[in-house]
Structures are given as C-alpha cells and as structure tokens.
C-alpha cells in the first residue's frame, strides 16, 4: 500500500469522526436519547477521561496529559506508517486507524477539553460506555495489529548460517 493512500485512509476516518462529532454535539442536547434501534441509541456525552471515563473526574490536569499523549502516539504512529514496507497492507491499515482515532480524539481535547461520545449500544439495563468513530477506529486498528502480529509468517533470516562447514 502507498504511502499516500496510507494517510488519506487517516484523513478519511479523521474527517468521518469530526463530521459526526460536530453533527451530534449541535443536534442534541447533553445527555439526550435518541432510539435507533432496541440496542442502540445516539445520546451527547462529553468525556474528559481516557477510556471508560478513566479519570474524567480528576479536576482538569488529565486533559493536558491525554492530549500529550495523544500527541506524542500520533507522530510515533506517523513515522511507523510512513516507514512500514509497501507488501504490508494490513499493518498499514491497522496504524491508519489508530492513528485516526488518535487525532480524532486529540482535535476533541484541544478544541474542547472533553472528548464528544455519542454512540451508545444496550441490552436490557446493560450499556456498553459510549464511543465514538475515532474509539471505533483505534479498536478495530488494534484487533487488526492484533491479528497481523499473531498471524504472519516471520521474516526469512538474514544471518548467515551459524552451522561449522562440514555438519
């Protein structure tokens, strides 16, 4: 996969996620339901944790450490993309994503100091915590990475052969 197209697959989804965010943050109120299906909901929520709420009550400070992470993962995960080899294709569709959501969420923390999550899944009184197209996207990245790391053949060696002439 080239290069380019490596980073309009980032663009792509990063675009997708700010378009939703910002359709849903002026559509609905705080809080708001809106039923889509008997298991899925749409409702405005802002996180300032990371995920699952983690730490979003801790006074502030947390904002500035998720969005230096963020930061600090995104030109790690830039300068992996950039350098994966052109036969990698899924490893390179596994950054993209997380890089997507990476800076999807970054663009949220910056601009807002709060995360926007809308997409709300149930059954019964059981709800999974809401997400968003960029949580989406770094978990369908990391299930890849996942997959291509448990799954693909290891590199033939390059090392000369350590065995005596003659055995």
Same mark, same amino acid.
């Given at each position: 996969?080239a290069?380019? %197209?490596?980073?309009? &697959? %980032?663009l792509?989804? &990063?675009?997708?996620?700010?378009? %939703? =965010?910002?359709?849903?943050?002026? *559509?609905?109120?705080?809080? #708001? ?9 749409? *409702?405005?929520?802002?996180? =300032? ?21 963020s930061?600090?993962?995104?030109v ?11 036969? #990698? =294709? ?7 994503? &997380? ?16 995360? &926007? ?11 999974? +915590? ?11 990245g ?6 291509? %790391?448990?799954?693909? #053949?290891?590199? +033939?060696?390059? =090392? ?8």
């Amino acid at each position: 996969m080239a290069v380019l %197209t490596r980073f309009l &697959i %980032t663009l792509v989804v &990063i675009i997708a996620d700010q378009i %939703t =965010k910002t359709w849903v943050n002026g *559509t609905l109120k705080l809080y #708001e339901q809106v039923e889509v299906t008997s298991f899925f909901n749409i *409702t405005l929520l802002y996180n =300032k944790g990371a995920a699952f709420s983690f730490l979003s009550n801790a006074g502030g400070w947390q904002r500035w450490l998720f969005t230096g992470i963020s930061a600090v993962v995104s030109v790690v995960l830039i300068v992996w993309l950039y350098r994966l080899l052109r036969h #990698e =294709k899924m490893m390179a569709w596994s950054l993209a994503l &997380i890089l997507a959501g990476a800076i999807g969420n970054l663009i949220d923390r910056v601009l807002f100091g709060h995360v &926007i999550d809308f997409i709300q899944v149930h059954y019964n009184n059981w709800y999974f +915590p809401s997400f968003n197209v960029a949580d989406a996207a770094i978990s369908i990245g990391a299930v890849l990475m996942l997959y291509v %790391t448990f799954t693909q #053949e290891p590199e +033939p060696s390059t =090392k000369p052969d350590s065995t005596p002439p003659g055995n």
